[in-house]
């Protein structure tokens, strides 16, 4: 069914759909490619979207099982008549939650921005089937190539440009050559004789995307007006034409050399007469490619950094935008053990890598990624960095004085400079007790409709907190940042503080607790917002907030404090600059060290089209970088979510983005962010991601990259509860019964061992991925357990059972957690967890019902809140954790944070065995299982920390002594010298056998020792 009676020029039609695989196992991905053309007379005059359906068991509407529906690759605006046109390829998975099938592939166009009307209805792309007898989806990949055949592409390769047509640029370290007639281009690296190449499937330069009122078109450059040498470098001349005509838009590309690093700048700039402008350029198109055959590997800074081999994947687009979904403006490739680095600069790029599956006589693999990148203005550059041998660290270091030319690097030495205190967060836990909370009726945490209020610390008792850090732990280094300290608690009134909480003390409560933290030796300060505005907030005004093109305020998330509206960042900063509201009043009345701005970091740079206040990304970049500088100025360090590296110039701590480590398996992870900015910014977890009892190995990835950490702790007085050491209980699998109409019982199981101390309540949370809670909550059973827990017995304990409903919009697999809390989450018997929480089964909700899927051998954990024979032996689970962790990461951040790293290797084939490098520094850590490291051992999660004035080390053997359990040991010079030449070395034992050898001589170490070892 056609209708779009509004656009009777645009006909399109659909040619074919290619697919990766037409039978998919559950769960997998597959790539699919649908071919369009236009058979009208003029391309669209709108925007129009893709439908993609996949429907069973009937070719209908109603039964969509997989919703597709995605912008074209080519927008429609573009789609010239008569051409046909891919879209794709793009990856999708197959669905889990249904049974194996027949899937109709059901595709067309519709007006997403008008009414809804579809200007193509089909099924004509066939049918695909799910079913668990077919191949695993990378078997669909082509088979390598020879050598012989990989040989004679390379030289096919080598010799693509005639030497007639040849225009040639050269360094001592690379040789590019470009075709005068097509623009096809090779850049040779001379150090390692590696090729890299423009795309290898046509001969075309470049994308020039024009734009006239609401016309669209795309000029695609495969050839010049002139094309020359240059006395900086070679000129390339294009005159776009539309409609066969020329338009008026002429676009000049320049290849010019450029030094630190040695390089070359690929630069456009345009001139327009008629009407017609240029809107976006693709300055690399599929260039820069690398194969399987290459061992080749694309690196992108997503968060801290990924690793995309070009032997894995399926067909299709990546694609991120800079500082909103990619960290820094760069990225890097490996082709034959040779690295290369491209970098940019506007704010307004696009980095795209496409991974294929071709058969080029040009392309010597059958797999392989190409780079992409798409800048929206009309003159710009990016640079290319063939960087000889190397892989992903010589492509960060490379990037280090680029980063410094844009004004980012900026090392603590520097910030010195402008605040001595800087100093003081080296080696700083970061506490963060969230003091109260609220919750009101119209957020989308309010299961019951209801307001509720939590007060978890009054000031008072933060000030104890950190009394008791300093003077009973001998936590000497640290900041307590306070959450919910604010009038309403957190999350809601934003953008008006004050006055402090009442429930917590009030102004004069949060100004006495502020000044006996500082007399800790410790910084202190709050959490803040200005990214939401809430229409509770005493200054609440509509005409502060973001505006889309159509003049409509735009959304911010939904929150503890309901739904939160975008406060434009040009208001963000009036509105914290307020004397006598914000912070120049809370400098006044509280005098804080420190300060956290919440989401400046996280929320991705957006535009504002209210004419009052217009903005535009770059604008938003600068906006709130006057905020971040404001808060420094007024409240001291500065700190917020997430992190992007224009951070690092205005922000001392970025918290959100370690998280990328913590929660990634080991070597997932391409650390590129700290090996350009170490040694410029703290990088941490998010505060719900804080480290507990079980979390060896969230601990071993701080050590690996010398950060520091945010502590998990109790509410209140936190240590003088009944919680001395962990609760002698292990949750066990529970018994799942389906009641039908996705209602289920359960009946929860737990080993008791012991005496339980006191009564506690317990937690569930189903998690899963679809849901955005930070701890990817999604229905909870909570409940207060009959008979409470100080009276059960030593046995198998059942409680239940409890009837449970799945919301409809958690199909699949959702992981039941479990725990226990009393004033905070309680460690059980040194069972394995994540942040309190025991895993002990999944539900897999479909069409059939429910299932319970059981949960692997639950392990025992013994590292972080140990403390047998050790210092923390009379402290509880919660206090030994702190104390260890600090006694490792502290000194171990002090004297890297000032050197940049210096390199990350994986040791072992698995990455199970990760080495890192700061100066003289060297730390190896082990993950998931016990490892030899030279003539050392260490348990699964230990590691050895080396350097001439400070190790550390959770071995089973070192320096000669076995160990017949791991122990934890830290020694640290304090004259200066080397340990082995120093007469003053502090030994930390932490557990374990307490004999330690150091320079040949043992010493038996029970708590801590001041020795000489010279």
Same mark, same amino acid.
């Given at each position: ?34 071919? $369009? ?39 429609? *605006? ?134 006239? #009122? ?9 050839? $010049? ?91 299709? /687009? ?13 990225? #890097? ?137 300093? !003077? ?82 735009? /959304? ?132 719900? !991601? ?56 359960? *009946? ?73 809390? !009393?004033?905070? /989450? ?14 002990? #089964? ?126 934890? $040991? ?45």
């Amino acid at each position: 069914m056609r209708d779009g009676a509004g656009d009777p020029t645009f006909k399109p039609e659909l040619v074919g759909v290619d697919f990766t695989a037409r039978e998919i196992r559950p769960g997998d991905p597959f790539a699919m490619t649908i071919k $369009f053309r236009n058979a009208g007379s003029k391309p669209a005059k709108s925007e129009y979207r893709v439908f993609l359906h996949f429907e069973a068991p009937e070719q209908t509407c109603e039964n969509i099982v997989i919703h597709g529906d995605h912008d074209p690759t080519v927008p429609t *605006t573009m789609w010239e008549p008569g051409k046909i046109v891919a879209d794709g390829p793009r990856i999708l998975s197959a669905p889990t939650d249904q049974p194996e099938q027949e899937y109709f592939v059901h595709i067309g166009l519709f007006d997403h921005a008008g009414g809804g009307d579809r200007l193509l209805d089909t099924y004509d792309g066939g049918k695909i089937k799910v079913t668990s007898e077919a191949p695993a989806s990378d078997s669909a990949a082509p088979e390598p190539l020879s050598d012989a055949q990989i040989s004679a592409r390379r030289e096919a390769l080598a010799q693509r440009i005639p030497a007639d047509r040849a225009l040639s640029l050269d360094s001592a370290n690379w040789a590019l050559t470009v075709d005068e007639d097509s623009g096809a281009w090779s850049l040779t690296d001379k150090r390692t004789g590696v090729l890299w190449a423009s795309a290898p499937d046509r001969p075309r330069f470049a994308q020039v995307h024009l734009r006239n #009122g609401d016309r669209r078109t795309i000029w695609r450059v495969d050839k $010049f007006d002139t094309a020359r040498r240059v006395d900086d470098g070679i000129e390339l001349v294009t005159r776009a034409r539309v409609d066969g005509r020329p338009c008026g838009v002429t676009v000049t590309f320049r290849f010019t050399p450029m030094s630190d690093p040695d390089g070359l700048r690929l630069s456009y700039t345009s001139t327009s007469t008629r009407g017609w402008e240029v809107a976006r350029v693709r300055v690399l198109d599929d260039a820069l490619w690398t194969t399987d055959a290459d061992e080749g590997c694309v690196y992108v800074p997503q968060r801290l950094g990924i690793e995309l081999p070009a032997a894995k994947g399926l067909p299709g /687009r990546q694609q991120w935008t800079t500082y909103n979904n990619i960290t820094m403006a760069m990225c #890097g490739a490996v082709k034959q053990g040779s690295a290369i680095l491209v970098n940019w600069e506007n704010v307004d790029s696009h980095l795209g890598v496409e991974t294929s599956w071709p058969d080029l006589p040009l392309v010597p693999g059958r797999r392989a990624r190409a780079l992409t990148l798409d800048i929206d203005a009309p003159s710009a550059s990016c640079t290319i960095h063939p960087l000889g041998e190397g892989g992903y660290v010589e492509i960060a270091r490379a990037y280090r004085p680029l980063a410094k030319a844009k004004g980012w690097l900026i090392p603590w030495s520097e910030k010195r400079k402008q605040d001595p205190k800087v100093d003081r967060i080296f080696g700083a836990a970061n506490f963060k007790p969230f003091v109260f909370s609220r919750v009101v009726p119209s957020s989308r945490f309010a299961v019951d409709g209801k307001e509720r209020t939590h007060l978890g610390f009054t000031f008072d008792e933060v000030a104890q907190c950190a009394e008791h850090w300093r !003077n009973d732990l001998g936590i000497e280094r640290a900041y307590v940042v306070m959450a919910g300290w604010i009038n309403g608690g957190y999350d809601v009134r934003h953008p008006d503080p004050l006055p402090a909480a009442p429930e917590c003390g009030g102004n004069e409560g949060m100004k006495a607790a502020f000044d006996r933290i500082k007399a800790c030796g410790y910084l202190v300060g709050g959490h803040d917002n200005y990214q939401d505005m809430y229409k509770d907030a005493p200054s609440w005004n509509e005409a502060y907030i973001n505006k889309d093109s159509r003049g409509r305020p735009k /959304r911010g998330g939904n929150w503890n404090g309901g739904q939160a509206w975008q406060l434009c960042a040009i208001k963000q900063v009036e509105m914290a600059a307020r004397e006598k509201t914000n912070l120049p009043e809370i400098q006044r009345l509280f005098e804080p060290t420190i300060f956290f701005i919440d989401t400046v970091f996280a929320w991705p740079l957006v535009t504002c089209e209210d004419p009052d206040h217009p903005m535009t990304r770059q604008d938003d970049l600068d906006w709130k970088t006057k905020l971040c500088l404001l808060s420094k100025k007024h409240c001291g360090l500065f700190g917020s979510e997430e992190g992007r590296e224009w951070a690092v110039a205005c922000a001392d701590y970025l918290e959100g983005i370690f998280g990328h480590q913590t929660d990634s398996r080991p070597g997932e992870v391409i650390p590129l962010f700290p090996l350009v900015y170490s040694d410029c910014v703290q990088i941490m977890t998010h505060q719900g !991601n804080r480290i507990s009892a079980g979390d060896e190995k969230k601990v071993a990835d701080h050590i690996l990259f010398a950060e520091m950490g945010l502590p998990a702790f109790g509410q209140h007085l936190y240590w003088q509860g009944p919680q001395r050491g962990s609760v002698p209980v292990v949750p066990l699998e529970p018994r799942v019964r389906d009641l039908g109409g996705r209602k289920f019982e359960i *009946t929860y199981r737990w080993e008791v061992r012991g005496q339980v101390e006191a009564d506690y309540r317990v937690f569930v949370h189903f998690t899963h991925p679809a849901a955005d809670h930070p701890e990817k909550i999604a229905y909870q059973n909570d409940h207060v357990p009959v008979p409470g827990t100080s009276q059960w017995q030593t046995e198998i304990l059942e409680d239940g059972p409890y009837t449970v409903e799945v919301p409809e919009e958690y199909n699949g697999v959702s992981e039941i957690r479990v725990g226990m809390t !009393n004033g905070g /989450r309680a460690q059980l018997s040194n069972a394995a967890n994540e942040g309190g929480r025991y895993l002990v #089964g999944s539900l897999k909700v479909s069409a059939d019902g429910i299932e319970y899927i059981p949960a692997p051998a639950m392990q025992r954990t013994d590292i972080w809140a140990r403390a047998d024979g050790g210092w923390g032996e009379d402290l509880g689970v919660t206090d030994r954790v702190i104390k260890n962790t600090w006694e490792v990461l502290s000194p171990l951040n002090l004297i890297t944070a000032e050197t940049p790293m210096a390199s990350h290797e994986f040791l072992t084939e698995d990455r199970l065995v990760q080495r890192t490098r700061f100066g003289d520094v060297t730390i190896t850590v082990a993950y998931e299982k016990p490892a030899v490291i030279g003539d050392d051992a260490v348990p699964a999660y230990g590691f050895i920390v080396q350097s001439p004035e400070y190790i550390a080390f959770c071995a089973t053997r070192y320096a000669g002594i076995d160990y017949d359990t791991p122990v934890l $040991f830290t020694a640290r010079s304090l004259d200066g010298k080397p340990i082995a030449e120093s007469s003053q070395v502090r030994i930390y034992h932490g557990f374990g056998d307490t004999h330690i050898k150091l320079a040949g001589k043992v010493f038996e170490v029970d708590r801590e020792e001041i020795v000489s070892v010279k």
